[in-house]
């Protein structure tokens, strides 16, 4: 078993030197295997697999508006009950499964992402990976490869295109790169064939949407919605590839390419060819908040803890952070993204969690003075690294004219900073939990841990039922 990038050429064969992108990522995926994951990718792939089922879980709840009206429009919808509504009683085609699973995968914001390709592929692909091996029949095997070929794709694909140029037209990188993904996982599940996977690309092209206008939406609503997009889309392209609909045949090539469209001159295609393992560099999340706030409120936890000290020992915060990327956590209207809502959170209750998210905490009188009493500084010199890294660095002046300042280069749950794997269990079943009685989360950490040896995902669908 060679390198990721031995694999990758490996299928495509010489034709890759004619810089042929879409033939040559549509060789990669129809070639790709079970066989082709080495025993270390496996197991990252059911971490990042357990961690995912723990962020959707709870976003399943009815008691939030946004889950309630997906779960309700799904049961009006009906369909053939082909997949899992998780966190429901009722199965529905696979394709609403993508979409409403797809965005409780993204809504409380605490699912691995990648740090370089800006994105979140694991909210998309895993809820397109069940939804198919559960219509389909398929076993634990199929649903790895599955999942981490669409992973691999997703991050690809946000590569070449240049995350920086997406964010910058206002396109969210999860939603535009992750239809490829999604793609991916249930073309892969569909065993497409070579012309049909040109199809599933252009096709996925053709669908690929998800604009940052979410920003102003305080429901939260819209936010997780795109990854529900882009699974549902890229879902229902490989479905259209397989019956024989056609798409583009080069979406990545030539006139009228997906470059043209969505990005500003940055990109760089020979990130279709790299070799890193896109599941193994997923960082595990630890706060319900955007990650580009993780470095920061680690660094903000810490001085807390090292020093002793109380909210009401702290007057001011100062985050410096990189200036390409300040302004989308610098006085955010959404919470979820703003530096100083979240900083002053996690003074007063030590972490960030979705209902703070959903709930204005400010109504709390010392996190609305901490609130006011933050602020977020541009750094030229933190750009160095960014987007592949969220450097930070907090300042904490206290009420008795102390000043505490830490740098933070890598969040807790990146790959340079790892969470062990008894600290993501613990993540899991505090946040499955609140959903699922704590035998049923054990039962499913259980079947997660063996799966590759299990023949169908019936035994994981049910327990992801509630009823």
């Given at each position: 078993?060679?390198s990721?990038e031995e694999?990758?050429m ?17 060789q990669?995926?129809?070639g790709?295997?079970?066989?082709d994951?080495?025993p270390e990718v496996?197991a ?5 697999l357990l961690d995912?089922?723990?962020a959707?879980?709870p976003a ?7 889950s309630?009206?997906l ?5 009006m919808?009906g ?15 696979s394709?609403?499964a993508?979409?409403?699973n797809?965005?409780f995968g993204y809504?409380?914001d ?7 390709a800006?994105l979140h592929?694991a909210?998309v692909?895993?809820p397109?990976a069940?939804?198919f091996?559960e ?6 095997k ?7 070929l669409?992973?691999e794709?997703?991050c690809r694909v ?8 997406l964010?910058g037209?206002g396109f969210?990188?999860?939603s535009i ?5 999604a ?5 892969h599940?569909l065993?497409?064939k070579?012309d049909q ?6 096709l996925?092209?053709n669908q690929?949407?998800?604009l940052l206008a979410w920003a ?5 609503n819209?936010?997780?919605l795109?990854?529900g997009l882009?699974a549902r ?12 609909f056609?798409?583009?045949p080069?979406i990545?090539?030539?006139k ?5 469209a969505?990005s500003?001159?940055?990109q760089?295609?020979?990130?279709f060819?790299r ?10 999340k ?7 706030t ?5 660094a903000?936890l810490e001085?807390?803890?090292e020093h002793?000290?109380?909210s009401?020992n702290i007057a ?7 200036r390409?990327g ?6 955010n209207?959404?919470?979820?993204h703003c530096a100083?809502?979240v900083f002053?959170?996690?003074a007063?209750?030590g972490q ?12 709390d009188?010392e996190?609305k003075?901490l609130?006011?009493?933050a602020s ?6 933190l750009?160095?690294t960014?987007p592949d ?8 002046t206290t009420?008795?004219g102390?000043?505490?300042?830490k740098h933070?280069?890598w969040?807790k749950g990146?790959v ?7 600290e993501v269990?613990?993540k899991?079943?505090?946040l499955s939990t ?16 063996t ?8 035994g994981?669908m049910?327990l992801?039922r509630?009823v």
């Amino acid at each position: 078993m060679g390198s990721n990038e031995e694999i990758f050429m490996n299928h495509i064969g010489e034709q890759s030197i004619e810089k042929d992108y879409t033939k040559s990522l549509a060789q990669y995926i129809g070639g790709f295997s079970y066989e082709d994951m080495p025993p270390e990718v496996v197991a990252r792939a059911k971490i990042i697999l357990l961690d995912t089922l723990g962020a959707i879980l709870p976003a399943s709840d009815p008691a939030y508006p946004g889950s309630r009206a997906l779960i309700e429009m799904a049961r009006m919808l009906g369909g053939e009950p082909q997949s899992t509504i998780i966190g429901s009683d009722f199965k529905t085609s696979s394709i609403n499964a993508c979409l409403v699973n797809g965005t409780f995968g993204y809504a409380f914001d605490i699912e691995p992402h990648h740090v370089a390709a800006v994105l979140h592929p694991a909210a998309v692909c895993i809820p397109v990976a069940l939804a198919f091996t559960e219509w389909k029949k398929r076993g634990g095997k199929d649903l790895l490869s599955a999942l981490t070929l669409g992973i691999e794709v997703s991050c690809r694909v946000s590569m070449a295109l240049n995350p920086r140029d997406l964010y910058g037209r206002g396109f969210h990188p999860t939603s535009i790169a992750c239809t490829f993904g999604a793609a991916a996982s249930a073309g892969h599940l569909l065993q497409l064939k070579e012309d049909q996977w040109l199809n599933a690309l252009g096709l996925s092209g053709n669908q690929a949407s998800g604009l940052l206008a979410w920003a102003k939406d305080h429901t939260e609503n819209s936010r997780p919605l795109n990854p529900g997009l882009a699974a549902r889309n890229g879902a229902t392209a490989s479905l259209l590839a397989k019956l024989g609909f056609g798409g583009p045949p080069n979406i990545f090539d030539g006139k009228y390419d997906f470059f043209s469209a969505f990005s500003s001159g940055g990109q760089n295609p020979e990130h279709f060819f790299r070799d890193e393992w896109a599941v193994q560099e997923l960082a595990i999340k630890q706060y319900s908040s955007c990650s580009f706030t993780h470095p920061g409120l680690d660094a903000l936890l810490e001085i807390i803890e090292e020093h002793g000290l109380v909210s009401k020992n702290i007057a001011k915060i100062d985050l410096r952070y990189p200036r390409a990327g300040a302004h989308m956590i610098d006085n955010n209207e959404l919470r979820s993204h703003c530096a100083q809502y979240v900083f002053a959170v996690a003074a007063v209750t030590g972490q960030v969690l979705f209902d703070d998210i959903l709930t204005d905490r400010r109504d709390d009188p010392e996190i609305k003075r901490l609130f006011e009493n933050a602020s977020l500084i541009p750094d030229d010199i933190l750009d160095r690294t960014y987007p592949d890294q969220y450097e930070s660095i907090v300042t904490v002046t206290t009420t008795d004219g102390r000043s505490f300042e830490k740098h933070s280069g890598w969040a807790k749950g990146t790959v340079q900073n790892p969470m062990t794997e008894n600290e993501v269990e613990d993540k899991f079943f505090k946040l499955s939990t609140r959903r699922i009685p704590v035998e049923q989360a054990e039962q499913i950490r259980s079947w997660v841990a063996t799966c590759e040896a299990l023949e169908d995902v019936e035994g994981l669908m049910a327990l992801l039922r509630v009823v």
